[in-house]
């Protein structure tokens, strides 16, 4: 009998149009669909192609924005701030060295508590100076106060971009969201992605009347970035603090009320064979969907191993992953960043540790680097991993120092 | 209401305030009294962008603030960068009928000499260069005085400075100040005035134009500074009107790149009357002031030569 090649019709979510696009463009085209009034971008690679179609499409008449040919990114930062700050929907992109440079104006952005929406599509920071991707520049702004959320595919680029103005203007919210999406991995690959119509998007994430906020206005005059002395700084900073804290709720929500409207819901986490699983792998982004290769295959063999994606990283998810791994034997991360002469070398280790050791979650733990500067990890490098982590599950212990997969030593 | 009026005397000087009193400003500094009047102004259609500096800090301690119109401070390189984006911002909303189409709010955006000639001067080209709707106004007190009085490139030559200081190798600051009108010109902007807050009608004169007029201006305003140029507080207008009759400071208007002097000065006074009146130049030998003297004239024959007419006078006493 001869084999029938099965076609699988996947049926599109009802008024979305399926479309072509390459990361960079998902995140151009969720700017649009999201009506931005200002677009503020310097030239870098590889975010570059966000600029361009953000361009062509004002040139185009598609988009009404003003965009400004900023000089630096650390102009474009301050003029997207400014814009929001005088009431305007502000959208800007960057990579790397570009992120390096807006570094002052991130703790800025958050510390006046504009709704700015940045899509970063990561890369590796100089010297040497390499353009592919991983995520050390986004770790370097993990402090700075921005909602950060990462994108596994092309079709997670749109929604977390559409899904950033709504949290970012929340009233409750009112912070700078970062849409992080892998340089090349995603930025440049074109995948089948669902475009939301542009009156549903901005259903989803309305554009709130003037003045619900206070922006620069003539009749309601307000004095933004003030000098804080000492007592009254400290209080500012503690309310900022909980601000991001608790945006969780809306981070939430929003990822809740997106699916019930679009199909595709959302959460700070998202588990992956985790229900038996007794090694589990946590990493983020791109490298997630690997990650799940991995576990398929592993899975296969009969290996119960599980993963994590974080999604939101900040505010990081403490409670939710503590609760996700409590019943795990051993939890290996694998950051795509370094962090220099810290306790372990991964960023993302360190606060899936600190979130387990202080919720009373006490298992083997290994920190694992890969992929740094764009170097490709293989689906074998992750199952090589998990018997690594197997391994310290049986001596019962953590590994002290990070490993490092996929280097020439 | 902007002033739309020219003004010709003291008495076309707007009565309304919208600097508030009660900032923490030094007695006698001439930012202050730069800032009142170009509040008179602007009036209320008026959006402040401003570069850190002394004016920032001093203006806005949290919960108070001297500022009746909205009013926005985010670093101190980004001024330039921070207007563009509030021009820009007004120029969208406008036309999609979130504000006002028909009424005209300005953006104004303020910078010390550090927040201009230098940290701030690329942003500052990028907004000229862009041609933004944005009037910048340089309150120039020649170091970076809110730190406390360290040199800038726009610290004039012989200036003591606690980092050029004087002792037995360097005797002050070794470089001419930067042109920072020059560099405004090259950037073709319809509108570049210097200004001194000693002849007030002619600067909120220059502040009414700059204003009013499409586009970008620049205007560069001499702002004597006590305690950084070592002069008794009440000196500061009679320090700076000694810069325009020294021929120190000329006090200029380019329009569409056709310059003149405003306010011409037929017999000037030597330099040192300038000099010997700031315990910043107190270290300066005879043959010093006359090597300032020198380089004072031939900036004088360069703006005489410019604008095409004997506008300042040779120094007679």
């Known amino acids: 009998m001869a084999a029938r090649a099965e076609v699988v019709r996947e049926r599109p979510p009802r008024g979305q149009e399926r479309v072509s696009a390459t990361g960079n463009y998902a995140a151009a085209y969720a700017a649009r669909d999201a009506d931005v009034d200002v677009v503020a971008v310097y030239p870098i690679t590889p975010q570059v192609q966000i600029a361009e179609k953000l361009a062509e499409m004002i040139a185009n008449g598609e988009l009404d924005a003003e965009m400004i040919h900023v000089e630096s990114e650390h102009s474009a930062m301050s003029a997207v701030i400014a814009a929001a700050a005088t009431g305007a929907r502000a959208f800007t992109a960057t990579s790397s060295q570009g992120l390096e440079l807006m570094h002052e104006m991130l703790w800025i952005a958050a510390g006046l508590r504009q709704p700015v929406v940045m899509a970063v599509a990561t890369r590796a920071l100089s010297a040497p100076i390499n353009i592919w991707n991983d995520y050390t520049d986004v770790m370097s702004a993990r402090d700075t106060g921005w909602i950060i959320i990462f994108s596994e595919n092309v079709q997670e680029v749109y929604d977390n971009v559409v899904q950033a103005f709504r949290i970012a203007e929340h009233p409750d919210v009112l912070l700078p969201v970062m849409v992080a999406l892998d340089g090349y991995i995603l930025s440049h690959t074109v995948e089948p992605m669902y475009r939301i119509p542009q009156d549903e998007v901005l259903s989803y994430a309305p554009k709130r009347p003037r003045g619900y906020r206070p922006v620069l206005d003539p009749d309601r005059p307000v004095t933004m970035g003030v000098l804080a002395a000492p007592n009254w700084y400290y209080e500012i900073k503690r309310q900022q603090a909980e601000a991001l804290r608790e945006s969780k709720k809306v981070v939430r929500e929003a990822g809740r009320e997106f699916g019930k409207r679009f199909g595709r819901y959302y959460d700070l986490l998202e588990p992956f064979m985790l229900d038996d699983a007794e090694y589990v792998m946590v990493s983020m982004g791109a490298t997630a969907s690997l990650v799940k290769a991995a576990v398929k295959r592993l899975r296969r063999e009969g290996v119960k191993v599980g993963a994590v994606k974080v999604r939101v990283y900040r505010p990081f998810p403490a409670d939710e992953l503590a609760e996700m791994l409590q019943h795990a034997k051993a939890v290996g991360v694998l950051d795509r960043a370094i962090a220099f002469g810290g306790p372990t070398e991964g960023p993302l280790f360190a606060d899936v540790a600190v979130s387990l050791a202080t919720r009373g979650v006490h298992v083997p733990m290994v920190s694992f680097v890969h992929g740094l500067g764009g170097r490709d990890i293989f689906v074998r490098d992750v199952v090589e991993m998990f018997r690594i982590l197997a391994d310290y599950a049986r001596k019962g212990r953590s590994a002290t120092t990070t490993i490092f997969f996929g280097v020439r030593e | ?317």
């Open chain 2, 1 to 317: 209401m902007a002033l739309t009026r020219p003004v010709r005397t003291v008495w076309d000087i707007p009565r309304e305030e919208r600097f508030a009193p009660g900032h923490a400003m030094c007695q006698g500094c001439g930012a202050a009294i730069i800032m009142r009047h170009l509040m008179k102004v602007v009036g209320k259609d008026a959006i402040i962008v401003m570069a850190t500096g002394c004016v920032e800090v001093t203006t806005t301690l949290f919960p108070r603030t001297s500022w009746l119109n909205p009013w926005l401070h985010l670093a101190f390189e980004n001024a330039g960068a921070a207007a563009s984006g509030v021009e820009a911002a007004l120029k969208v909303l406008r036309r999609k009928g979130v504000i006002d189409g028909s009424r005209r709010v300005k953006v104004v955006a303020i910078a010390g000499d550090g927040g201009s000639f230098d940290i701030g001067l690329q942003s500052l080209s990028g907004m000229l260069e862009r041609g933004h709707d944005v009037m910048f106004v340089v309150y120039d007190n020649e170091a970076y005085m809110n730190t406390g009085i360290q040199r800038s490139s726009a610290t004039p030559y012989g200036a003591w400075t606690t980092t050029t200081p004087v002792g037995k190798r360097w005797r002050g600051e070794w470089r001419p100040k930067k042109d920072i009108i020059g560099i405004a010109l090259a950037h073709r902007i319809p509108y570049v005035a210097t200004a001194n807050p000693a002849y007030p009608t002619d600067m909120v004169e220059k502040f009414r134009r700059a204003f009013e007029i499409e586009g970008p201006s620049l205007v560069h305003v001499l702002s004597p500074c006590t305690p950084g140029w070592r002069i008794p507080t009440e000196k500061t207008i009679e320090v700076a009107r000694l810069a325009v009759q020294t021929g120190v400071w000329v006090l200029l208007e380019v329009v569409n790149g056709r310059p003149r002097v405003t306010v011409k000065v037929p017999r000037r006074k030597h330099v040192r009357h300038y000099l010997r009146l700031q315990g910043r130049f107190r270290h300066l030998t005879d043959e010093e002031i006359e090597r300032i003297q020198k380089m004072v004239d031939q900036y004088v024959e360069e703006i005489n030569r410019w604008v095409g007419e004997q506008a300042i006078g040779p120094v007679a006493e």
